[in-house]
């Protein structure tokens, strides 16, 4: 099956602790995101990839790190300087900037993983 | 003012009562828009996909795009207690990213 994973399901972190959310996808999509979700505020972007090797900082990317050494994969970590962090983390998907304008791009996302500080 | 504005509720209903979920917008530029619904604890599922304006039906589901006005809608017949989630209005265009609106909770009561 296609899809998108995150792991692990639920995570908790100590004060000053750095964690690492993973998040794994099979649908061969260039592109790739972070989101948190926190009650009452939607989605909120984290950071972004279009390509393998390159990542951009979304809307609210301090206290957050990625990699994207791999087009199936791209972690976030959770550093010590995000100073609220607990959240619900969701990772997701698109084919990216490839085709034309009528090419559908939605994103698929992950099942989550919720971050909570202990 | 956000780009993407959506009533976060909640929605209560009876079942089997027809549903109207809409969100407005500003930006004129927007090419496609979304449908998610989101289970409590869970990853948003796309219902619905919509490239510029018009309506598009899945079963029960019906998504309308008004590009004069900047609304769109989805509507939901016959609902279920099943349907019971968080729906979450997407838009954009291509080469920029996605706007979410922040959700509307429904509730279908039994």
């Known amino acids: 099956d296609g899809g998108i994973t995150q792991s692990p399901k639920y995570l908790f972190r100590k004060e000053g602790q750095n964690v690492t959310l993973s998040c794994e996808q099979n649908l061969n999509h260039d592109a790739m995101y972070w989101y948190r979700q926190d009650p009452g505020q939607g989605l909120r972007l984290i950071y972004y990839s279009q390509i393998v090797n390159d990542f951009q900082k979304g809307d609210i990317a301090e206290g957050y790190s990625v990699s994207r050494e791999k087009k199936e994969s791209f972690p976030l970590t959770v550093t010590s300087a995000q100073k609220n962090p607990t959240a619900f983390y969701l990772c997701a998907s698109s084919r990216g900037t490839s085709g034309d304008s009528t090419t559908r791009n939605e994103q698929f996302f992950g099942p989550g993983t919720r971050l909570t500080v202990l | 003012q956000k780009e993407v504005e959506q009533d976060p509720g909640p929605l209560s209903v009876p079942e089997g009562a027809i549903v109207s979920l809409n969100c407005t917008y500003s930006?004129?530029?927007?090419?496609?828009f979304m449908w998610y619904r989101q289970y409590s604890r869970k990853g948003p599922e796309l219902l619905m996909y919509t490239y510029s304006s018009g309506n598009k039906e899945d079963g029960r589901f019906t998504a309308q795009v008004d590009k004069s006005s900047k609304y769109i809608s989805l509507f939901i017949r016959d609902s279920q207690p099943s349907d019971s989630a968080t729906y979450l209005c997407a838009m954009g265009r291509r080469g920029f990213k996605t706007i979410f609106g922040a959700g509307t909770r429904l509730f279908v009561k039994a």
């Open positions: 930006n004129s530029a927007f090419q496609y």
